[in-house]
Nanobody, 124 residues
Framework: QVQLVESGGGLVQAGGSLRLSCAAS????????MGWFRQAPGKEREFVAT????????IYADSVKGRSTISSDNAKNTVYLQMSSLKPEDTAVYYC?????????????????WGQGTQVTVSS
């Protein structure tokens, strides 16, 4: 059974940085795609970034491109989302997600497994 546990969220001032972590367990993730999504109050869950665990292919949402980096550490079974130049509109609950397969996707429906989320709040 896949388990995903996010950490690293918190309160940060605009312009600051955060690194979110997603610790994955329960499978061998070399054939998985991993994604970060976020959901702000009153809004739908939206794609942030995705990475193919084996190979490192990545895709970013336009809203975070150039400000965020998704990466994976195979030894630690952990995926990271490094975010910088944070804006108040980045405030949301950030979710880690996993999908089995060699391709990476930007739609939440493609992901089978989800973490509980970590809150990121950016103050102006």
């Amino acid at each position: 059974q896949v388990q995903l546990v996010e950490s690293g969220g918190g309160l940060v001032q605009a312009g600051g940085s955060l690194r979110l972590s997603c610790a994955a367990s329960g499978r061998t993730f070399s054939s998985y795609g991993m994604g970060w999504f976020r959901q702000a109050p009153g809004k739908e869950r939206e794609f942030v970034a995705t990475i193919r665990w084996s190979g490192g292919d990545t895709i970013y949402a336009d809203s975070v491109k150039g400000r965020s980096t998704i990466s994976s550490d195979n030894a630690k079974n952990t995926v990271y989302l490094q975010m910088s130049s944070l804006k108040p509109e980045d405030t949301a609950v950030y979710y880690c997600a996993a999908r089995r397969g060699a391709t990476i996707h930007t739609t939440s429906q493609q992901y089978e497994n989800w973490g509980q989320g970590t809150q990121v709040t950016v103050s102006s």
